[in-house]
């Protein structure tokens, strides 16, 4: 079955504390991309990446960091956790940069107290 | 001007009507057009994809795509109570390939 998966599903911490949110897929994607949805601004995107290791900085980098080490897997990563970056998060991938529809992962709840 | 807009609602229609839902967009250059739909606390899916002028219908529904207004709409026939969910507008510029997303319509399909 042709899936994006991420975990963790929910997660809380504290602030500063380091925590990585998986992503991978099994459809030979080229592109991925990070969302956040947050009530009233909609999905925003945080890092996004055309192939393995080429990224790139979407509209809300900033506190984020991704990599792109193999195809199928596409790792957010925030390395000082604040409580504003509470969020609604969503793993999404496409076949290509153009023309595709996204297919998304479940998401992944995080609250940072 | 924000690049996609949406209605937020929420839009209320009776079981088994048309619900109409639209977008508007402000690059020139977007080249493919998508409505999903979620469901409060799920990721989004699919349910329709637009690339030229004029109407597409998949089912009950219909995209309807006006480039030279800028606008894109999502027609729901038979409106079912488990249609109602938000459903997003997304668009595909040309120049930056980049997927800019609406805030969503809250439909709600009452009995």
């Known amino acids: 079955e042709a899936q994006v998966t991420q975990n963790p599903r929910y997660l809380i911490t504290v602030t500063g504390k380091k925590l990585t949110v998986t992503c991978s897929q099994n459809m030979n994607h080229e592109y991925m991309s990070w969302y956040r949805q947050d009530p009233g601004l909609g999905l925003r995107q945080i890092y996004y990446s055309m192939n393995v290791e080429v990224t790139d900085k979407g509209d809300v980098p900033e506190g984020y960091k991704v990599s792109r080490k193999e195809k199928r897997n596409f790792p957010l990563i925030l390395e000082s956790p604040s409580p504003n970056q509470t969020s609604l998060y969503f793993c999404a991938s496409t076949r290509d940069r153009r023309n595709t529809e996204a297919f998304f992962g479940q998401g992944t709840r995080l609250t940072v107290v | ?111």
């Open chain 2, 1 to 111: 001007q924000k690049e996609v807009e949406q209605n937020s609602g929420p839009l209320s229609v009776p079981e088994g009507a048309i619900a109409s839902l639209n977008c508007t967009y402000s690059d020139r250059g977007s080249q493919s057009f998508f409505w999903y739909r979620q469901y409060s606390g799920k990721s989004p899916e699919l349910i329709m994809s637009i690339y030229s002028n004029g109407d597409k219908e998949d089912g009950r529904f219909t995209a309807q795509l006006n480039k030279a207004s800028q606008y894109v709409s999502l027609l729901i026939r038979d409106s079912q109570p488990s249609d109602s969910a938000t459903y997003l507008c997304a668009v595909r510029s040309y120049n930056t390939d980049k997927l800019i997303f609406g805030t969503g319509t809250r439909l709600q399909v009452f009995p």
